[in-house]
């Protein structure tokens, strides 16, 4: 950890001090755990009152508001925090290592520069892995497979044969990228496997949750494109493209040979239907089930889901589906009533 | 295995006798499967009649009901048969192994008496093992981090840089403690990840299923409270406090930053929103998605849940839309038709 | 790669040619990727325009289309052109390794004849591995498991112990096999274990996703049986039984004591409670919630499923509720006013 001052700050993520810019700043905290000495933010307007009696030194806001605390006012404050939050901790410091005696490489393997290899570690015949990539222990890495530069792999990834991950990628433990997609021929009741010639393609700055699957095309390649997020359990089908920048929370599932535009949302456990044209910048609410098609901008919810605001409003009044079948039963009866003239 | 009377084993439960007493018996079986020697059990009445044609020589039952077998009667029947089972078979017998010169142990850390480590273990800098730990082959445990005693991670467990795991606790296999939460700051259209400060706490007599993964917190810790129990790819959001004693059952998943109180239980699937208060001993049922806090005791269904007595007799009537939306319709034209005097 | 002529290929699929039989065909490919010398498949009629526009040198088929590419017609395209791929691109080829002095294998573990164990592979006591298996690094095969021939099982695959494996069984990496189920007594608000002396039994020609997790039994065995297909992250719950030759696709979820028939197809995220029969050849759509028995041939929706035809009709329809429920209510007026003379 370092130590800055808060007008040090405030220069660094390009805001402005309301209150002592000479504040002593070493660490962030939530508004309700901070304590002297340390910074904390507010994102949403729903948390004011924490504002009002955080304990913290300094909070990065959008606009000045009533605190007992400092403010340090930016434009986009959780993104100002964020950067502190990097100044001031860091990102995870892994160990330097070097190449471990105990792990297992295959000698037509080519390794960049400064790499860091734990122990147990397999890496096959012909992969290419880049620079200053960290190998935790337990990771596998299949024949032909590439790896790009600064690439953190955490316990027990597994990439499949020929599968390819950029730069900058980081993958949880327990995460699968390349095993063959659920492809199977039925004849005569019984499944035949269809050999998965397609790979996974995972792009730069693209980081995956822990015990995430990504399954390889079956003939073309599965692809998580540059710089989208994917949560904890998220599985992605063969032949699946997900667009550039999306983000995808935990336990999303999406079928096979569907694509996603860029910048798509898929709140925790979407299931997203094979075969769909997804487009740029849709947004997905929590447990949709998303059958069709989406155009550019959508926000959908329900299963099956269609434009959010209307389906958050129709399934509020799942609810008083009871009074209403009754009601349309009821109202029948008296309509005869009056038709028959009672 | 051991053999017992059945009147030891009514005695070592707190129950009585319907029947011979000096039945031995040696093992457990479902009232279907059980055969001489066998004891079985009847917690729900569903089975009854399972009861009145079981080859078991004795049932645990609540109450004196018709049946073959001998009887043992205790107030708590499921409670006094797994008392039972675990005297009869015990518990796991793991592998006395000691500590295996093919697992890496960093210098520093401090292990326990009477501990196992098996082959392809790493164990990093600093880290604290209780007393009489099992460590399956390939796990892992971070830089930092704490074991209490007593407790079992099955093979390729993860346990991230300064987590904290109690006692007792079991952790199945290709489980993960304290990957990074899916926290990003999108700036311009690019997530930006924030570093997670927080740890990921687990605390005493808690079991994970296998494949769960339980994320750290971003700035506060992410905690699985004491006696909770939860089941296979069950994920935990970065900041959530899952309370003592709840069960979430395999494939839940808890967004961030939520609170739940003590004795909870989440049927499969289930999702729940992030920053929400769930009260204490709250149910779930099975897919619900829970969007908003729910006070003690509530017990809910449906996405987005509600009061579950209503919500299954709502969902119940989903299939009644058809003819109650085109039935709304007719009414109208009959009421207008009404209206102006036909 | 092999290469083969359009007729040669025929026959192997007992199709028939319609243009050039001796077109040189040397991979596979879709219908919008296919190049010179690959083979492509139309098996849906959705995709007739790409027929119309394909590169490819020669397309399977049901039937004489229109076509730029010389057509393999057969009775199922698909089954044919899967059979072609094996013949074109094999299986995926594993690396002849032998028993890597790097595996952990138990004096008393049975090793079938040509078996191909990597390093920091674990075989325990009492194991019975068949013959021509495929261990990949860090795959765990606890005490006195069976493990039939022709299986791999890659990267961290965990076999738990007593389990079985049948013949020609995948599994892919971080998958979990006979963990403890889901079983707890509850007693003064504490719930105890019960222990798992049932096991997990995979049959004959079983195929197991990424991070799947089945359950062994508490007291009887939990069963995947023949020809099934399970996608990855599924769990199945302890005692279930999963017929033969089922679909699961990936995050499908069942609970335990749950017996399915054979040729049943649960798509994503399908969730179904515990103790229920579901029948032979039941289909279950995408997120359904599956809570009641189920007759053979069944297809359902919905949570509750129910009939799916009915289902996704009604479903449907959720998006006119609030002018039904709105509805309902002036018309309850409009008839008041009717009845009272206005």
């Not at 892994?94 to 147990?120: C, M, R, T, Y």
């Not at 095309?217 to 994917?230: F, I, P």
């Not at 550039?244 to 929370?249: A, E, F, G």
Request: one cysteine or more.
């Amino acid at each position: 950890m370092k130590t800055k001052t808060l007008a040090e700050l405030a220069e660094y993520v390009g805001g402005r001090v309301v209150g002592n810019p000479n504040l002593k700043i070493s660490s962030a905290a939530t508004l309700e755990g901070a304590e002297n000495g340390e910074i904390s933010f507010l994102a949403n307007r729903k948390y004011l009152k924490l504002l009002r009696t955080t304990k913290a030194a300094a909070v990065v806001v959008q606009e000045e508001l009533e605190s007992p605390a400092a403010l340090l006012v930016a434009d986009d404050p959780y993104y100002a925090f964020t950067q502190i939050v990097v100044l001031l901790h860091g990102h995870r410091k892994h160990k330097k290592f070097g190449i471990s005696a105990k792990a297992s490489i295959a000698e037509s393997a080519a390794l960049g520069k400064d790499v860091h290899i734990h122990d147990f570690v397999t890496i096959n015949e012909n992969v290419r892995l880049g620079d200053r990539c960290i190998l935790y222990p337990g990771v596998f890495i299949g024949p032909d497979a590439e790896v790009g530069d600064d690439c953190v792999l955490y316990p027990n990834v597994v990439i499949y044969d020929r599968c390819k991950v950029g730069n900058r990628v980081i993958i949880h433990a327990n995460a699968t990228v390349g095993e063959d997609g659920f492809g199977f021929a039925t004849h005569d009741g019984v499944h035949h496997k269809i050999p998965h010639i397609g790979r996974a393609i995972i792009e730069d700055d693209v980081e995956l949750g822990a015990a995430c699957a990504i399954e390889r095309g079956t003939l073309d390649d599965t692809v998580v494109s540059k710089g989208s997020k994917l949560g904890d359990a998220v599985v992605i089908g063969h032949g699946t493209r997900v667009g550039p920048h999306c983000l995808l929370v935990p336990q999303v599932g999406v079928a096979g040979s569907t694509t996603l535009g860029h910048h798509c949302v898929a709140a925790g456990q979407v299931g997203i239907s094979g075969h769909l044209h997804i487009g740029n910048r849709v947004t997905m609410a929590a447990q949709s089930g998303v059958a069709n098609n989406l155009a550019d901008g959508a926000v959908v919810f329900g299963s099956p889901a269609f434009d959010a605001n209307k389906a958050k409003r129709a399934y509020s009044l799942i609810k008083y589906l009871p009074e209403t079948v009754k009601g349309v039963r009821k109202l029948a009866k008296r309509v005869s009533a009056l038709e028959n003239g009672r």
